[in-house]
């Protein structure tokens, strides 16, 4: 069994920077990829970043390559994400996920086993 809690949220103006982090418990946490995803008002939820279980290899979407960047720290249990030169476009909930299968957590259309409750990310222009 694994439980997430997502913190780190909050409002912040455009162009500012926030780090989400996603801590997990269990003794088998550092066993499992972790995806982030995001969903807005009204619209589906996206996938984010994702890291494997060793922190070997990362993905990140589109939009937010080359601003976030996905970390994890698995003597801490604690996984990352920093979010830089934030646009009001990226204000939604978002929510950590962890599933043994790495490409599980980098798909929106997947279901991974475990989730997190979600942080508010607000960004005001």
């Known amino acids: 069994q694994v439980q997430l809690v997502e913190s780190g949220g909050g409002l912040v103006e455009a162009g500012g920077s926030l780090r989400l982090s996603c801590a997990g418990s269990?003794?088998?946490?550092?066993?499992?990829?972790v995806g982030w995803f995001r969903q807005a008002p009204g619209k589906e939820r996206e996938f984010v970043a994702a890291?494997?279980?060793?922190?070997?290899?990362?993905k990140y979407a589109g939009s937010v390559k080359g601003r976030f960047a996905i970390s994890r720290d698995n003597a801490k249990t604690t996984v990352l994400l920093q979010m830089n030169s934030l646009k009001p476009e990226d204000t939604a909930v978002y929510y950590c996920?962890?599933?043994?299968?790495?490409?599980?957590?980098?798909?929106?259309?997947?279901?991974?086993?475990?989730w997190g409750q979600g942080t508010q990310v607000t960004v005001s222009s």
């Open positions: 269990g003794r088998t946490f550092s066993d499992y990829a």
């Open positions: 996920a962890a599933d043994r299968n790495y490409k599980t957590v980098t798909m929106r259309n997947r279901r991974p086993d475990y």
């Open positions: 890291t494997s279980w060793s922190g070997s290899f990362t």
